[in-house]
């Protein structure tokens, strides 16, 4: 960025911070308890966590790639918040007695959504290669570049869902008297959780190198949709019951469509490139 066009950024960043933790706070006054009880909510953690953990790591990482994701990822949650009306409800509805501890609620339900923003970060990350890849080559000093970015966010990322669910099985021996019970909220969680974790530990150990690395990445999210959405929306059963909704089909058989699109895309292109 040039300097006066970095400013701009900034201050809109903040602004965006601002207005949003305004939001949330308002929303927790009124309801007097975390506003992390059902999908409009979640969906607005998510917005929000990817702009904080894109702010975080541009910081650190001095690359503006990690808020062109935030920036994208926080506008796309307000864009559903405001339009997908059927299929999140804004209505702050009287919590089901299992919900009604606020220091399980504020901890074990706002760490895994938090996780999904990391998460949803090193998505927005993958599919940006796997777009750019599509359209030019890649060289592998690039490649290699890209996977770092993705594998920068899928650290918090993890660390943040695995200290989620050890949260949320004590909430489960507290609540209902069992720490695992194989409920599918819990099992798409775990699910999610194993699949990153051997996306990690194989580039880790070399077993997947780094253009192998971002395709892994952007399927591992599709875990995550349905941990986030595919339970309440497809399963509906199980002890989350109280996290249900109506009418989110379309959007997730959408982003599994678009998803696998891009990637046959990707291996297309490069099957015709010389090797």
Not at 67 to 82: D, E, S, V
Not at 106 to 111: A, D, G, K, R
Not at 119 to 148: E, F, G
Not at 213 to 228: E, G, N, R, T
Request: hydrophobic letters at 55%.
């Amino acid at each position: 960025y040039k300097q006066p066009r970095h400013k701009i950024v900034i201050g809109s960043i903040f602004i965006i911070f601002a207005l949003e933790i305004t939001a949330v706070t308002m929303r927790t006054m009124i309801s007097g308890r975390a506003p992390v009880t059902n999908m409009y909510e979640t969906v607005m953690w998510v917005g929000l966590g990817s702009l904080l953990f894109a702010t975080i790591l541009a910081m650190f990482r001095k690359e503006k790639l990690f808020l062109l994701g935030g920036l994208t990822l926080n506008p796309a949650c307000l864009f559903m918040m405001t339009f997908a009306n059927n299929m999140l409800s804004p209505s702050i509805q009287p919590l089901v007695p299992v919900l009604r501890d606020n220091f399980w609620l504020s901890t074990h339900v706002t760490m895994i959504t938090i996780s999904y923003a990391a998460l949803a970060l090193s998505w927005m990350m993958a599919n940006y290669y796997l777009i750019r890849a599509t359209l030019k080559p890649v060289d592998s000093k690039q490649t290699a570049y890209l996977t770092s970015l993705c594998y920068d966010c899928i650290k918090i990322g993890v660390v943040l869902l695995a200290g989620g669910i050890i949260l949320g099985g004590v909430w489960a021996d507290y609540s209902w008297g069992r720490f695992w019970g194989w409920d599918p909220k819990e099992t798409w969680s775990l699910i999610a959780l194993l699949l990153y974790i051997a996306i990690l530990h194989g580039r880790f150990a070399g077993w997947i190198n780094n253009q192998r690395f971002i395709p892994c990445v952007a399927l591992a999210f599709l875990s995550i949709m349905m941990a986030w959405f595919g339970v309440n929306y497809i399963l509906a059963t199980g002890l989350h019951s109280y996290g249900f909704s109506n009418g989110g089909l379309a959007f997730l058989l959408t982003i599994f469509i678009t998803q696998f699109a891009i990637l046959i895309l990707y291996y297309l292109r490069k099957k015709t490139l010389p090797n």
